[in-house]
């Protein structure tokens, strides 16, 4: 069985939402909501009390601004789960490649995504698929958190690290990694459509922006002995050094450094690190 969990802006999600997976998933299913309208909890919490509430063996944490487009993704995604016990994720978007400095997925020179992209209704195709060789599935690192879905039985081993963020940033990245740490799998899946409505300038408002790069840099910190890493791509190993290299000296991570968040990070952080 699927949990879907939602972490709700409001007391309940949209009915089209509701409406939309009822019609597509294809599977037996719950609606695990996480009433969030006080925003007395961050993602990191919203989700763990999800994790808490559901039954399924598989979870699927989704947005409430997604829409399915394809029909019968739960019976897809189950059969992928099914066919291969070492997969922990699969989300519709994700890196191949994490540099040893902050970045975001999306901003990795090594990317497999397909999804659909509803900028206040402009709906764009963000399909990356050059990775796929013909596949469904491929292998990666970190996946967007706009809908992924996550072994149940994994829960225990991992869980959304509440402790060390906060707000609504990275909790997608941190679980794929957690996921990698504990010997699964995470994939990227282009056999389901689904469409996210999302638009840059909503996101990057300026308080919204401080805690995401704020978070990523605790990112960064927290898995320092991990990174760079990279999975799914058969290319040479000097290739990603080099590519982690030029990392280094991208705008963004000069940005991200000079940010006050960055700095600020710095100093929240230094003491932790003397504890270690
Ligand atoms: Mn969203």
């Not at 992928?80 to 994490?98: K, P, S």
């Not at 389901?192 to 960064?220: I, P, R, T």
């Not at 799914?232 to 000079?258: T, Y």
């Amino acid at each position: 069985m699927f949990s879907v969990v939602i972490c709700s802006r409001k007391t309940d999600i949209p009915a089209e939402l509701r409406n939309n997976v009822e019609n597509t998933i294809g599977c037996e299913y719950e609606l695990v909501v996480i009433d969030n309208s006080g925003n007395d909890s961050s993602i990191f919490q919203a989700y763990n009390e999800g994790v808490k509430h559901s039954k399924g063996e598989i979870l699927c944490f989704v947005h409430e601004d997604v829409l399915f487009r394809s029909k019968d993704w739960g019976a897809t995604i189950e059969k992928q789960f099914n066919n291969d016990e070492q997969i922990g994720v699969i989300g519709f978007a994700g890196t191949h490649f994490l540099p040893d400095t902050p970045m975001y997925w999306y901003s990795s020179p090594f990317v497999s995504q397909r999804n659909l992209n509803n900028d206040k209704g402009v709906v764009e195709e963000h399909f990356h698929e050059d990775w796929f060789n013909g596949e469904e599935l491929i292998e990666a690192v970190a996946v967007d958190g706009f809908c992924f879905f996550a072994r149940k039985s994994l829960f225990g081993r991992i869980s959304f690290d509440d402790k060390t963020y906060k707000g609504f940033h990275l909790y997608d990245m941190d679980i794929c990694m957690q996921v990698i740490e504990a010997g699964y799998r995470v994939c990227v899946c282009r056999s389901v459509l689904a469409e996210h409505c999302w638009s840059e300038s909503m996101q990057f408002s300026k308080q919204g922006s401080d805690l995401f790069f704020y978070n990523l840099e605790l990112f960064s910190e927290k898995w320092r002995s991990r990174l760079p890493v990279h999975k799914g791509l058969d290319l040479p190993e000097e290739v990603f050094e080099r590519v982690n290299r030029l990392c280094r000296q991208s705008f963004e991570a000069q940005l991200i450094r000079k940010s006050k968040a960055y700095r600020l990070g710095k100093v929240v952080l230094t003491p932790l690190r003397w504890f270690k």
